[in-house]
C-alpha cells in the first residue's frame, strides 16, 4: 500500500492489487474517505496510516458498488457509507452481490479476511448534488456505464476530481455487467468539462494525473469505445495500456455488446 498526498489535504492511498484507490480528503476538521483499499492487512492499517498524516475519517463514501471499492467499513466499522442514488439502487436491486463478488474473487486470490463483508448503514446521497465537507462544498457528478451506477466527486477547493472507474492509464474502458457504451460516452462527455476545472484527476485505479494527462486519456478513451462500437477485434490501445489483461477486458466488452 502507498499513499500519496496529492494535495495539502488529501491523500490517495493505493492498495497493492489492481492500483485500487481510496481517497481521504480534509475540510475544516472532518475528513471524508472515498473508496477502499482491498487486501485485508491494507484495511487493518489504514486507520493508523492516515492519522499518521492528520487524516481521521468522519464519513465514508464509494464512488460505484462494486466490491473492490465498497470496503471502507472494514478499516472504520463506525461509519457509515455514503453511495450516490444510483448506487443505493443498485444495491437495494442485487442484494448481497457485493458481498458474493468479494467472496468469489477472494477465492480466486486464496484471501482470507477476518470477517465477511458486512455493508452496514448505507446512506444514499442526491447525484448530481453536493455534499459537505467542513465549511467546503463538494460536488457529486453521476458517471455511469463502466456499471450502471457511478458518482464522481469534486472538491473545487482541493482541484481535485476523484471520478470512480474512468480515465485510468493502467485500464481501458470497462463496459462491465450492468454498464453500456454510450452511458460511458455520456459519462466522458460530463468528465471533460470537470477535468478542465480541477489541478489532479484520481481514478479509480492506477496512477493520479495531472489536468493536461487526464485530458489525453479521455481522448484515448472515446477513441477505444469508438473502435469497440465498431466491433474492431484488435483495435489500436494506448501503449500503456496494451497488455492481456486489457486485451481480455476488451473481449469481455465485445461480448456484452452483441
Ligand atoms: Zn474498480
Redesign the pocket.
Known amino acids: 500500500m502507498r499513499a500519496v498526498a496529492v494535495h495539502p489535504d488529501a491523500i490517495v492511498v493505493t492498495s497493492r492489487i ?1 492500483q ?1 484507490n481510496a481517497t481521504a480528503l480534509r475540510a475544516g476538521g472532518e475528513v471524508l474517505l472515498i ?1 477502499s483499499p482491498y487486501f485485508p492487512d491494507e484495511l487493518e492499517a489504514l486507520p493508523s496510516l492516515l492519522r499518521q498524516a492528520g487524516f481521521e475519517p468522519n464519513a465514508l463514501l464509494a ?2 458498488a ?1 466490491y ?2 465498497v470496503l471502507g467499513r472494514v478499516a472504520f466499522p463506525d461509519l457509515a457509507l455514503g453511495v450516490g442514488d444510483p448506487t443505493m439502487e443498485r444495491i437495494r436491486s442485487e442484494p448481497g452481490a457485493a458481498q458474493r463478488e468479494l467472496r468469489e474473487e477472494d477465492a480466486r486470490n486464496y484471501v482470507v479476511r477476518p470477517a465477511p463483508l458486512a455493508l452496514g448503514s448505507v446512506q444514499s446521497l442526491p447525484v448530481p448534488g453536493y455534499v459537505e465537507l467542513g465549511a467546503e462544498e463538494l460536488e457529486l457528478h453521476p458517471a455511469d456505464g ?1 456499471t450502471s451506477d457511478g458518482t464522481a466527486l469534486l472538491a473545487g477547493f482541493a482541484g481535485l476530481l476523484v471520478c ?2 474512468y480515465l485510468s492509464s493502467v ?1 481501458i474502458p ?1 463496459i462491465s455487467p450492468g454498464g453500456s457504451l454510450q452511458d460511458y460516452r455520456a459519462t466522458l462527455a460530463r468528465l471533460a468539462p470537470l477535468v478542465e476545472r480541477v489541478e489532479t484527476v484520481v481514478p ?2 492506477g496512477p493520479t494525473h495531472p489536468r493536461e494527462v487526464a485530458l489525453r486519456i479521455l481522448g484515448e478513451d472515446a477513441d477505444y469505445l469508438d473502435a469497440l462500437e465498431r466491433g474492431e477485434e484488435r483495435p489500436a490501445l494506448p501503449r500503456e495500456r496494451d497488455t492481456p489483461r486489457q486485451r481480455e477486458i476488451h473481449v469481455e466488452n465485445l461480448t456484452r455488446l452483441a
Do not use: A, M, Y
Open positions: 489492481w485500487t473508496d464512488t460505484h462494486d473492490d471499492h463502466h470512480g472507474d485500464e470497462w479509480g485505479h
